[in-house]
T-cell receptor, first 114, second 108 residues
Framework: GAVVSQHPSWVICKSGTSVKIECRSLDFQATTMFWYRQFPKQSLMLMATSNEGSKATYEQGVEKDKFLINHASLTLSTLTVTSAHPEDSSFYIC??????????FGSGTQLSVL | LAKTTQPISMDSYEGQEVNITCSHNNIATNDYITWYQQFPSQGPRFIIQGYKTKVTNEVASLFIPADRKSSTLSLPRVSLSDTAVYYCLGLGNEKLTFGTGTRLTIIP
């Protein structure tokens, strides 16, 4: 199946710093990528949808200035958590849409903000 | 928006067949019904996808009735490594939201 590579797998940062998470589709072109966050024992919550070359569409309650999404190419999308705070600590997952509307997910990034 | 409803949790013994049913009453005509498996601290993994009737692959079967308002994921002869959360989604052109998923626990 198609592969989505997500880095880093985990990151620990100090409060107030910014963290960038990369998501690459390795063997397919993802015109649309999705970013999710997941708290322990909860389902995935959609944060935003990004289409290559255009601005991301954010879900209600997700601050676009805090969670910056860039989808500059068909194989790369990035999520930057700006001025991170402890409440931003979560598991972040990206996915790319492939053929037959299948979604392929990255392995996730565990963010811990101290 | 295709909202899905699944049992929150299920338990099964090793070697049994497990069937997880998902309700998706307002699934769109063009949506594919897709199931994912997620282990702790990992991204969801694609299991199987179908549009109608029955689909089978090397790990599971998917049964979809003619009205497409529900689907059933069938896992034959489960093992301890099948303990995970299973999600069903209707994949189409609209934005994709996850339901609660079903937390399946396999008992030795």
């Amino acid at each position: 199946g198609a592969v989505v590579s997500q880095h880093p797998s985990w990151v620990i940062c100090k409060s107030g710093t910014s963290v960038k998470i990369e998501c690459r589709s390795l063997d397919f072109q993802a015109t649309t990528m999705f970013w999710y966050r997941q708290f322990p024992k909860q389902s995935l919550m959609l944060m935003a949808t990004s289409n290559e070359g255009s601005k991301a569409t954010y879900e209600q309650g997700v601050e676009k200035d805090k969670f910056l999404i860039n989808h500059a190419s068909l194989t790369l999308s990035t999520l930057t958590v700006t001025s991170a705070h402890p409440e931003d600590s979560s598991f972040y997952i990206c996915s790319g849409r492939g053929a037959n509307e299948k979604l392929f997910f990255g392995s996730g990034t565990q963010l811990s903000v101290l | 928006l295709a909202k899905t409803t699944q049992p929150i949790s299920m338990d099964s013994y090793e070697g049994q067949e497990v069937n997880i049913t998902c309700s998706h009453n307002n699934i769109a005509t063009n949506d594919y019904i897709t199931w994912y498996q997620q282990f702790p601290s990992q991204g969801p993994r694609f299991i199987i996808q179908g549009y109608k009737t029955k689909v089978t692959n090397e790990v599971a079967s998917l049964f979809i009735p003619a009205d497409r308002k529900s689907s059933t994921l069938s896992l034959p002869r489960v093992s301890l490594s099948d303990t995970a959360v299973y999600y069903c989604l209707g994949l189409g052109n609209e934005k994709l939201t996850f339901g609660t998923g079903t937390r399946l626990t396999i008992i030795p």
